[in-house]
C-alpha cells in the first residue's frame, strides 16, 4: 500500500480499534505508536493485522532515543526491524530526542544541546538505524521548554544538517512548532524556511494546553488532548504552501474524543489541502 501527498491519516489508538474494523470509516492512513506493538502475538497483533488489511499504516516511535549519546539499542532495533517485516508500513519515524540513558529507559521524550558533538552522535544513531533497517528513517521535531547555553545551531539548522548528513528525512510537527516557537519566541516562518523543502514528507497535527506559571507568564505544552487551535491550522497553511503537500496526520493521545470528532478533524486537514493545491507556491 502506498498514500499520496494529499492523503490524510488519523493516530489509531486503542478506544477506536474495534470500531474502525467495524465502520471501515473514510479515511486515507492509520499512524500507530511502534513500541504498542511489540509483543509476541496475541490478538493486539491481530487486530492490527486485520486493520493492515484495510489501511495503509505508519509506524511512529518513541523509543529509539536517536539523541542518545550512548548509541541505539540493538534489541530495540531488532524488534522495530521483526515489526516492519510483518506490517510493512509506509512511514517509519521517530524523534529527535533522547529517553534511553544505556541502561533504563525515561517516561518521556528528552531534550538535547543542538551542537556539534550531538550533531555527530545522532548522525551516527540515524546511520545505525537506517542501514540497520535499510529504510529512510523520518525525524520529527520535538516539543521544547526550554533551550541548552551549549547550544551552537537553532533547532531547525540542526535538522538541517541532520538531513545533509544523512539523508534522514523530516516529520515537521506544526503543533510541536508552534509550541516551541511561543515559548522560546522563535519566528515559526523562518523556522520553515530553514528546513530543506524536499526533505519533509510527512506533517503532524495536535492539540495543546496552556499552562499559566506563577509569574503568570503563558507556557504552551504539547498534550495531545484536544482538537488543533486556528493559529497552528494557519501554520499549516503555511507549511503546505512552502514545502508543498505531503502526508498529513491528526494526533490525539489523551482524553481521546468520539472517532468522529478526529475524522472531523482530517476533514479540516483536507479543506486546506484542498484549497493550498490551487494556491500558487512561495518561491
Known sequence: MRINGDQIGIGLREPHYYQVLKEKPKIDWLEVHTENFMIHGGPLLDILF????????????????????????????????????????????????????????????????????????????????????QRT??????????????????????????????DVQILLDVNNLYVSCFNHNWDPYQYIQTLPQKAIKEIHLAGHSVHTQDNMNHLLLDTHDNSVCPEVWELYRYAIRYIGIVPSLLEWDRDIPDLEVLLNEAKKAAYYINDEANTERFC
Open 137 to 166: 528513517l523520518l525525524i520529527e521535531n520535538p516539543s521544547s521548554y526550554f533551550e541548552y547555553r551549549t547550544s551552537s545551531y537553532s533547532e531547525a539548522e540542526f535538522l538541517a544538517e541532520l538531513v545533509k548528513r544523512t
Open 50 to 133: 486485520s486493520i493492515r488489511e484495510l489501511y495503509p499504516l505508519s509506524f511512529h516511535g518513541v523509543g529509539l532515543s536517536l539523541g542518545s549519546v550512548q548509541g541505539i539499542c540493538k534489541n530495540h532495533l531488532k524488534r522495530v526491524k521483526k515489526l516492519l517485516s510483518q506490517f510493512e508500513p509506509i512511514l517509519l519515524s521517530d524523534h529527535l530526542a533522547w529517553n534511553n540513558t544505556g541502561q533504563f529507559y525515561l517516561p518521556d521524550l528528552l531534550p538535547i544541546p543542538y551542537n556539534e558533538e550531538n550533531l555527530i552522535a545522532i548522525a551516527n544513531n540515524i546511520d545505525t538505524v537506517q542501514n540497520y533497517l
